[in-house]
């Protein structure tokens, strides 16, 4: 009896050693009201009490971020450091307001925003990449046994100024976090309990996803799955920090995990996304010579142009190339602006554009090891009369350009035709 003690209360002393930093992050959706951040504290009180440190990352009100933007689009004046401090303050309303919700409930805890850390960025606006977070005062936090809350997609660049990181950036700050803490684990708490073998709000039969790689997520985020902002997955990947997609509702529920042990069951393909707001673009009769698409590019690109999909064909005989590439549809307007301002240096006849358009992509690592799947892809279009315009691949994933239309019915196609409605 006198050994079983001295072992209980040795396991004991180690459980006590050993607690765990944990980052949670609460999206607009579960702190969209007041009602909700007590709610949303409720959880940070039950990892709090089960002995772990944390850091609780926020991000604004669902709908507050639009807002602000909003009031400083009206203005018409471009200054981009001011547009960062308006617009990066909906998240300190919710850092302020989740602490008080945790003092209330006898968890001690202080906000933190951006500068206060410092979470150090580079230099530009709107679109900051996050170089450096230095945990000290955080670390100094856990000591006097507090909750740090962080509000999410902000920072301070070298010249002390606010900046945001990008939209959806607090998932990134919650990784970024993790990562200089060597957390155990961050947490993204969302309205959905994980990721989907498609957006359940329009495909049916559906299935929760329990494990991701962090290359299947990069994919399915970029490609249109929303749970996850890209950068912050790319982040997590590099910086190996594992990230569950857990959801508020239901906070028992370990959600998705996504991380890079993913052993591989025979699924060629694991995700069907989508996204409708794509434009294509096409330059007819471009010259063809060396550095007319390096020409092209440089110019969108230095306009922060996010150009997708390219596809070029040449005619030998005329020395002439068509140039089709796709670019959001909110950076249509301005990308054809550009391109006409190109034609005193590059020589093409005319710019074509197309909008209702939306690209829909299988991924899966399993592709990698599994010939045919683009066959049976385009196959399963066919079948359905969707007709692709565009078409293209990485090693992991497959995306087609189709009239906008037809968005539902080929991912629920595509959905069922590669089984992802039986696992
Ligand atoms: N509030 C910011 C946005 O709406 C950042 C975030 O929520 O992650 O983009
Ligand atoms: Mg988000």
Redesign the pocket.
């Known amino acids: 009896a006198n050994l079983n003690s001295q072992i209980t209360s040795k396991i004991y002393l180690i459980t006590i050693i050993k607690m765990s930093i944990l980052v949670l992050k609460f999206?607009?959706t579960s702190v969209a009201s007041v009602e909700l951040i007590e709610s949303a504290a409720k959880i940070v009180k039950s990892e709090y009490e089960a002995g772990n440190n944390l850091v609780v990352v926020v991000?604004?009100m669902?709908g507050?971020?639009?807002i602000l933007i909003d009031h400083v689009n009206k203005i018409n004046y471009d200054d981009d450091s001011e547009y960062d401090v308006v617009?990066s303050s909906?998240?300190q309303v919710t850092a302020g307001l989740m602490s008080i919700c945790l003092n209330k409930l006898g968890v001690p805890s202080r906000s933190w925003m951006g500068w206060q850390i410092p979470i150090i960025t580079s230099d530009s606006h709107r679109n900051a990449v996050i170089k450096r977070v230095i945990p000290d005062a955080i670390l100094k936090n856990f000591d006097d046994k507090k909750v740090a809350v962080v509000a999410?997609?902000q920072g301070i660049s070298s010249d002390g100024r606010i900046t945001?990181?990008?939209?959806?950036?607090?998932?990134?700050?919650a990784v970024y976090i993790a990562a200089a803490l060597n957390a155990e684990r961050c947490d993204i708490y969302t309205d959905v309990d994980g990721v989907y073998t498609s957006d359940p709000k329009m495909t049916k039969n559906v299935k929760r996803l329990d494990k991701v790689s962090y290359e299947e997520m990069i994919e399915m985020a970029s490609q249109g799955a929303k749970v996850l902002?890209t950068a912050s997955v790319e982040s997590a990947m590099k910086h190996d920090v594992d990230v569950n997609v857990r959801s508020t509702f239901n906070p028992k529920d370990m959600g998705t995990k996504i991380s890079n042990d993913i052993e591989s069951d025979n699924q060629a393909v694991t995700g069907v996304a989508y996204s409708k707001d794509e434009a294509k673009i096409t330059l007819i009769d471009v010259e063809d010579k060396p550095g007319v698409a390096a020409e092209i590019f440089n110019k969108l690109a230095e306009s922060s142009v996010n150009v997708d999909m390219i596809v070029q064909n040449n005619f030998i005989e005329r020395k002439m190339t068509n140039l089709t590439f796709t670019v959001p549809m909110i950076e249509l307007e301005r990308s054809i602006k550009l391109l006409n301002d190109l034609k005193q240096k590059i020589n093409f006849s005319k710019v074509l554009e197309e909008k209702n358009l939306s690209k829909v992509s299988i991924i899966g690592s399993g592709m990698r090891n599994q010939p045919g799947i683009a066959a049976k892809m385009f196959d399963c279009l066919s079948k359905n009369n969707i007709n692709i315009e565009v078409i293209s691949t990485s090693e992991i994933k497959i995306s087609v350009l189709i009239n906008r239309e037809k968005t539902e019915k080929a991912v629920s196609e595509l959905h069922s035709t590669f089984n992802l409605d039986k696992i």
């Open positions: 999206g607009g991000s604004a669902s507050a971020t639009n617009v909906g998240e999410g997609f945001t990181i990008g939209r959806g950036g607090s998932d990134n700050t902002q």
